[in-house]
């Protein structure tokens, strides 16, 4: 693929074969995995770019690039990503944290301010970007995690030794099935509410995520209907809901924690404008 071997060249050379494939982020998807193989930040490759690529990191990059114009994510390919400001391993059993769930974490940051006595239950923790994020600017002291997938929660205990948190209790557990008598002050969740009919639609890079971390049963509502129904048992007086939204089925979604002894119910949309985050106080 690579006939001039210098860095600028090189990274001329993915650009244009990364637009070709239709990828409309081919600037920053060329420059995120060539500094990935060299180690460094993006904004120092610039300084490189004379620097001769030896005949093996070639390989590899075309590699990488080959890959990335098959759709697979620059954050599968790399292994890494953001989240939070801090650095989170993926790979192919978890979901890639995505900015609109920043809001999330924002949206308990806020209410909590820091009284890191609170109790916070983490549903469907995937890579764990939730809880750890939580732990390490709320240093709330008490959060337990749960994910049905044993693999996944592999990844969110490595996350959390990465990231230098020791205190998250993580649980494999089906929704509030493990959870026995506990209590908690704040419940978060990301759940999967994508329905098979959107599914069909999904652009072909999200093909490359495990399909039970996006899709829902009862046309994308299953998680919402489980977790307004049975909820309630898990709470502490005054406690709290914070949850992300399928940004197509807010007013379904909100009537299901209306019916189910929520109040204060209160929608927070993201930086498209898209109703992203339900926030709602436990009748007891
Ligand atoms: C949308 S991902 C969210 C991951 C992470 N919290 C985030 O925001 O990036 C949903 C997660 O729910 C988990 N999950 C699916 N069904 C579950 C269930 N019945 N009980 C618990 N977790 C479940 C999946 O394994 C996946 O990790």
Redesign the pocket.
């Known amino acids: 693929m690579f006939k001039e071997p210098d860095v600028f060249s090189v990274l001329q050379t993915a650009k244009y074969f990364l637009k070709s494939k239709g990828l409309l982020e081919y600037k920053f998807d060329a420059e995120a995995l060539l500094s990935f193989l060299l180690q460094i930040k993006c904004s120092k490759l610039p300084f490189l770019y004379n620097q001769i690529l030896s005949i093996e990191q070639l390989r590899q990059f075309e590699r990488y690039i080959l890959r990335r114009s098959k759709r697979e994510p620059v954050a599968y390919i790399t292994g890494y990503t953001g989240f939070m400001g801090f650095e989170f391993k993926v790979n192919k059993k ?5 900015p609109e ?1 920043e809001l999330l974490v924002e949206a308990v940051l806020k209410m909590a301010k820091k009284q890191t006595e609170l109790k916070i239950l ?6 764990g ?2 809880a750890i994020s939580l732990a390490k600017i709320g240093e709330f002291k008490t959060i337990t995690a ?4 044993k693999f ?1 929660l592999k990844v969110a205990k490595e996350n959390a030794k990465i990231n230098d948190i020791e205190s998250i209790n993580f649980i494999k ?3 509030f099935t493990n959870l026995e008598e506990n209590k908690f002050d704040i419940i978060i ?5 994508v329905s098979d009919e959107e599914y069909a639609f999904l652009e072909k890079d999200l093909m490359y995520e ?1 399909k ?3 899709v829902a049963k009862k046309d994308g509502l299953f ?1 919402y209907t489980e977790i307004a129904k049975n909820a309630k048992k898990f709470f502490n007086n005054n406690g709290h809901i914070f949850l ?1 939204l399928n940004s197509n089925k807010v007013n379904q979604i909100k009537q299901l924690f209306v019916g189910n002894n929520f109040e204060d119910i209160e929608i927070i949309k993201d930086y498209s404008g898209l109703s992203r985050i339900l926030k709602a106080k436990i009748l007891i």
């Open positions: 978890v979901l890639i944290p995505r769930t983490d549903l469907c923790t995937g890579s970007c939730i749960i994910d049905i997938d996944a557990s089906n929704l969740s990301n759940p999967p509410y495990p039970h971390a996006l998680f992300e």
